[in-house]
């Protein structure tokens, strides 16, 4: 099973449309996380006391920890984020502290390392940038370093299409090419 981590707002999303084709391309069931629909805790004392306490006492199937089984579980991740004030949409790093707990998507080594205990092989970041500055360690980097780190994803692609509202650009034919280049 594919899960697709929504992050894309606007109802004509140029991300959420080269992150369809490649979901359509790869014929896969997916299940669907609209980030807008979620309300996230607050991060505050009482929350991390009780995240901390649940993680201790190995409470695993508690609802808080329900995003994080579902990352873990997934065989292949897809996440949609457009690129915004050179990185991505809030709601994703939101996202991102929720799923990331200790002894579901990863442990410690003796060692004191993380290791990996998800599920998927791969993940793929789909993403699309109105200008052409576009620094990958920013926003995707971020997202790269916690699935091959913390996640134990192995392969991590980037799927990006930018310079779509230069002056004088084709969004239609940038798009096209990012496909293309993608084979989505």
Same mark, same amino acid.
């Given at each position: ?9 606007r ?9 369809? $084709?490649?979901? /359509?391309?790869?014929? &896969? ?8 629909? +979620?309300? @996230? =805790?607050? *991060? ?24 994080? $089984?579902?990352? /873990?579980?997934?065989? &292949? ?8 004030? +050179?990185? @991505? =949409?809030? *709601? ?25 205990l998800?599920? /998927?092989k ?63």
């Amino acid at each position: 099973m594919i899960l697709f981590i929504n992050a894309c707002v606007r109802k004509e999303s140029r991300t959420k449309r080269l992150a369809d $084709r490649l979901l /359509a391309r790869s014929g &896969e069931p997916c299940r669907e996380v609209r980030l807008e629909e +979620l309300t @996230f =805790p607050k *991060a505050n004392e009482a929350f991390l006391a009780r995240r901390d306490r649940l993680i201790a006492e190995g409470l695993f199937g508690d609802p808080l920890f329900f995003l994080a $089984r579902q990352f /873990a579980e997934a065989d &292949e991740i897809v996440i949609a984020a457009p690129f915004w004030d +050179l990185s @991505f =949409p809030a *709601a994703l790093k939101q996202y991102l502290e929720q799923i990331n707990v200790v002894g579901i998507t990863f442990c410690y080594t003796p060692e004191g390392r993380p290791k990996g205990l998800c599920r /998927a092989k791969r993940l793929s970041y789909v993403t699309t940038a109105g200008g052409d500055f576009f620094p990958e360690e920013y926003g995707f980097g971020y997202v790269k370093a916690l699935a091959e780190t913390f996640y134990g994803i192995p392969e991590v692609r980037l799927i990006k299409a930018a310079g779509l509202d230069l002056d004088g650009a084709d969004p239609e034919a940038i798009l096209r090419a990012a496909c293309a280049e993608n084979e989505i």
